[in-house]
């Protein structure tokens, strides 16, 4: 009766995800408004993505509630990311993409991940080798998705964590945060051209640079010629978190470049998530807390009623935030666990998908929840900083950045937060 049963169970997971693969071909949806994300965009599902090839090996092995997770994963539309190859691979690659899209009537999101120097040669280091050999890749990412509907996510890490910020010796003269700056303005200038791209900078996320600093920051790196930004790619922090500080940053990019005559130029003086009661009232507040506390941001939530009031529709920038992995919100180890960093980006243990992917949020400025991470992939062999090669959260050496680790997506899909199910 048991065998019967099991069987009975891996047929549905199979029909299941049979039909999640059939509909996602097949099914088509009016067409997105050129060049912008709008609440009807409809994005694309790659019925052979990682998480469909797992339901299939689980489902083999006698894994039913695995493998019907796994199909549910696979129903919802997650990014692809190109991190390398030449400026023909990667053109033919992202062609092959946005036609399959384009076939379905579907929006793809694609992350360009190649800036020179990126992740100053942390777990995801690499890059192209120079500037030129980026800007050709960038030329040929485009091309690729010519004319058709895409959505691109732009250099994750890649504004927050400038060559500056890699440590005194990295970039002593500043060329090399020039350079990135103007690759990532070259990018979203080169992107945007395309009648039917909407683009989003990233901007790290809600616990990492301060509003004034990422404001100023985007505007560096030409956040005026791209949709929007984009926060929390590859991180755990809550939704509403990053939601109210991506409305900080646009309403300071606001206040420093529209706003009052004496602020202009001035993103410094904008309140920040690490604001409190203890700053002043008006003028430069500056970080008056050492970390983002959210029991302090009704200070920073009234600095800007004062200082910006509701700036005119239209006038600030949109966002998009990363819900991949945040259902639990973000890991805090046990106190005193780890006596240096812990890493806690890295592989954080015992999270959950989040909110599912829409670009109908109901979010004023929040223009879509997407999976930019994709679900299961690890972030690289984490050690916590104990000095060892072994991550203690797992008690094994964690996969290279990148590479697909099919326990991190199961919990992933057991912890969801709304409970994982069908995309339909």
Known sequence: MKTRRLRRRAAAVLASLTACVALTATQAQAAPVPGALTPATKFYVDPHSKAAKQAVVDFRNGDIEDAANMARLASWPQAEWFTEGTPEETRTGVDHLVRRARAVHRTPLLVAYNVPGRDCTQYSSGGAASSAAYRQWIDAFAAGIGDSGAVVVVEPDGLALLPQDCGPATDPTGALTAARIADLTYAVRTLKAKPRTAVYLDAGNVQWRSVG????????????????????????????HNARYGTWIAKCMWYATDGPEQARGHTDWCASQYYSSAAPNDGAPGNSVSSADPATWRWTDA?????????????????????????????????????GDPEAWCNAPGRGLG?????????????????????????????????????????????????WWPDQAHTLARNAVPRLVFNR
């Open 213 to 240: 600093d990422m404001a100023q920051r985007l505007l560096d790196a030409g956040v005026r010629y791209a949709d929007g930004f984009a926060l929390n790619v590859s991180n755990t922090h809550p939704t509403d």
């Open 303 to 339: 600095w800007y009623d004062r200082n910006t009031g509701t700036p005119p529709a239209g006038e600030l920038r949109h966002f998009v935030i990363d819900t991949s992995r945040n259902g639990q919100g973000a890991w805090t180890p046990e106190p005193g666990k780890y006596s």
């Open 355 to 403: 909110p599912r992917p829409t670009a109908d949020t109901g979010v004023p400025l929040v223009d879509a929840y997407l999976w930019i991470k994709i679900p299961g992939e690890s972030d690289g062999s984490c050690t916590r900083n104990t000095g060892g090669t072994i991550d203690p959260e797992y008690g094994i050496v964690d996969p290279p950045a990148g590479t």
